[in-house]
């Protein structure tokens, strides 16, 4: 099921996911829609499916044959998507906001499509024009809550069609 709201300045759109096999295929759906400097926050419980998510977006951009790690131990994995870098960042382990600066952000946000996992930990630090996107357990399967500022509505109605 898909609910979508596109009225007043931004969009929001409801997912139901069935299985992991439909985190991936929403990804893979998002990957057409991002543009250089994008960012994207992911957000949910352990186990909800935002590595899932990314795994289906890169192998979208690059085949399906493409390793995508977990970037929980490297806390950040890149991409090259043809001359556009594509940046999977897992911010778990931080201690503190300030370290996402160790890890590249500022080159990131700037001219690359950048994946956060637990934006939370970057505090004061993640950008207020993002794409965020809520993965929540939902009755037997999951569910993707997506909203975005009003830049992103008309990508947006893309993805609810």
């Not at 090259?80 to 952000?105: I, K, S």
């Amino acid at each position: 099921m898909t609910e979508t709201t596109l009225g007043g300045g931004g969009a929001d759109v409801t997912i139901s996911l069935a299985d992991p096999g439909a985190t991936a295929a929403l990804g893979a759906r998002l990957f057409p829609l991002l543009q250089a400097g994008d960012i994207v926050a992911l957000r949910g419980d352990l186990g909800m499916g935002k590595t899932t998510l990314v795994r289906g977006l890169v192998q979208r951009a690059l085949g399906p044959e493409t390793d995508v790690p977990s970037p929980t131990f490297t806390l950040v994995q890149t991409y090259d998507l043809d001359g556009m870098e594509l940046w999977h960042f897992d911010l778990y382990r931080l201690e503190t906001p300030e370290e996402v600066f160790e890890l590249g952000v500022e080159e990131a946000f700037i001219d690359c499509i950048s994946l956060i996992e637990w934006p939370d930990r970057m505090g004061p630090y993640l950008p207020h024009e993002h794409l965020e996107i809520r993965l929540r357990q939902d009755g037997d399967g999951r569910s993707a809550a997506i909203s975005g500022s009003a830049d992103w509505r008309a990508r947006l109605e893309g993805l609810a069609a």
